[in-house]
């Protein structure tokens, strides 16, 4: 092969230059790849220009189509000749054909005559000797166009076009991993600020390092206020055994789930938290620091202590089996078994006495009465004095409500000669109940705000009546309420109760015992 002249040499020179610095002027793959095949088309004086890389199955696919008009060919007339393009590939040479319908190598394929190839210059794209693809140009209409100066000068642009196709692949690639991770990122970054609980995570040093919107939230703290921050600064309550205990998490690596803490803290007032402490570990399981997760138990044990008041006045068998979403406003009639008893004398007692003492007298009393009627599972209305309204059979339904108001009468008397045993002689005070079956409308009365569930009627008045009749120890039940429990319970005949709006005397009995 002959040399060719200098200025033909200077010529490929400078079009390789410019070659390169075309092809490297981008790392977006398609545009390199168009960049690639209108450089090659200009150059050769080719008609047409075809890039072909291997696929994720290793075939060979056209990738770019190109015309000297710099325009992307249809795929309709991607008409090449596979024959060259497989020799290149199989002996990894380029190939140059002057006239490819009268070369010897490949005049007698069908193809090249039917298409009606003549001048193909084709040669290999490799990286590192491993061949990426191919590059195609052809001229349909004229014979002898490419010479071995075209195909020196594609060979050697080849190899930098190779490596500027595998650079952008690879850009390619880092772009899709980056994207990927960042909306790995993007959504760890949502589940963790979705996270109910508070998340702190501190190093090796008790610096803290990230934290959540809910740690924020739950500690009264701004992101600035908690990271970058040791964790007994910005955390006070985090000192003293809690830090000792982060710091044997760290060094055993064990978890520790459940410690509570109450306490205080600025801008939050009274606060209680439930902390568990786990060891951060790398991918090597070497410990780089701890997590802390915070959850707010403040609201949970107001409602708890709510609930145990609440459970001072109803049952909790009672509260157990009610439905707040079923609650509402307004009434039902319903049948139930009402009992009040009252402290007797403790009007004229009281005024003896300083009102602190006075008070401290009354609710041992009064909770005495109130365990006796929730022991029975039954409802408590409300303390009015030094008396109690109750009432079974409501809100759930008792069959034997009658005989579970007597129990708790009995229950009171004694209750109360128990609490009598441990009070001073003066203190020593005496109670009277009126039990009394009936109707009443119950349900709840009042504002969305301020609710009551309540007991009216006359049954209830007519309980209360009898109970104000009752004498010092004494039981009295109604002749309706007793025809419930007879033959359960002893009792004695009293004198009618004279109750206010009856217009006869209510048949009462006196309660001795149980059977």
């Not at 191919?134 to 001229?139: K, T």
């Not at 985090?238 to 690596?253: E, F, P, S, W």
Request: hydrophobic share 45%; glycine share 8%; with cysteine.
């Amino acid at each position: 092969m002959t040399n060719p002249p200098p200025d033909a040499q200077q010529a490929n020179l400078l079009a390789l230059a410019d070659i390169s610095q075309v092809v490297n002027s981008s790392l977006e793959l398609d545009e390199v790849l168009c960049i690639v095949m209108d450089t090659i088309v200009r150059l050769t004086g080719a008609e047409r220009g075809f890039l072909m890389l291997h696929n994720e199955n290793g075939d060979l696919e056209i990738r770019v189509a190109r015309n000297w008009e710099r325009e992307s060919i249809d795929p309709s007339e991607y008409a090449i000749s596979r024959t060259i393009v497989n020799r290149v590939v199989a002996q990894g040479n380029s190939v140059l054909t002057t006239n490819a319908q009268e070369d010897p190598r490949f005049g007698n394929q069908e193809s090249i005559i039917l298409q009606g190839l003549r001048s193909i210059l084709c040669a290999p794209l490799k990286v590192k000797g491993t061949l990426i693809g191919v590059i195609y140009a052809d001229n349909r209409i004229r014979s002898g166009i490419f010479t071995e100066r075209e195909r020196n000068l594609l060979a050697a642009f080849a190899n930098q076009a190779a490596v500027a196709i595998e650079n952008a692949r690879l850009f390619e690639s880092v772009k899709y991993s980056l994207a990927e991770v960042t909306a790995l990122k993007g959504l760890m970054d949502n589940v963790f600020a979705s996270i109910t609980s508070g998340v702190i995570t501190a190093d090796n040093q008790n610096r803290i390092t990230l934290c959540n919107h809910a740690a924020q939230a739950i500690l009264g703290h701004s992101h600035a206020d908690l990271v970058g921050q040791c964790l007994p600064e910005a955390l006070p309550f985090m000192a003293g055994d809690l830090i000792q205990k982060v710091d044997n998490v760290r060094m055993t690596g064990q978890n520790v789930v459940g410690l509570e803490f109450d306490g205080s803290l600025p801008g939050r007032g009274p606060i209680a938290l439930s902390l568990d402490i786990s060891p951060l570990k790398d991918a090597t399981q070497t410990t780089q620091g701890v997590a802390i997760v915070l959850d707010d138990l403040t609201d949970k044990k107001h409602l708890e202590g709510q609930r145990r008041l609440f459970e001072r006045m109803v049952s909790p068998a009672v509260i157990d089996q009610l439905d707040p979403d079923k609650l509402q406003l307004g009434g039902k009639r319903g049948e139930i078994t009402a009992l009040f008893v009252d402290i007797r004398g403790f009007t004229r007692f009281s005024e003896q006495l300083a009102p602190e003492n006075m008070v401290l007298v009354l609710n041992r009393y009064l909770a005495v009465f109130a365990e006796a009627v929730l022991a029975q599972e039954g409802t408590i209305d409300k303390f009015m004095g030094d008396a109690v309204m109750a009432w079974f059979n409501a809100p759930i339904p008792q069959p034997d409500h009658t005989l579970r108001a007597v129990r708790a009468a009995l229950g009171i008397r004694a209750a109360v000669q128990r609490l009598q045993n441990q009070l001073p002689p003066e203190y020593r005070l005496s109670f009277g109940a009126g039990i009394h079956y009936g109707e009443a409308v119950l349900g709840l009365v009042g504002t969305e705000k301020r609710l009551e569930y309540t007991a009216i009627g006359d049954s209830v008045n007519t309980a209360k009546r009898i109970q104000e009749n009752a004498g010092a120890w004494q039981i009295l039940i109604s002749a309706t309420a007793f025809q419930f429990v007879a033959g359960r319970i002893n009792v004695r005949p009293a004198e009618p109760v004279l109750a206010k709006g009856k217009r006869q005397p209510v048949e009462v009995y006196e309660i001795i015992g149980m059977v």
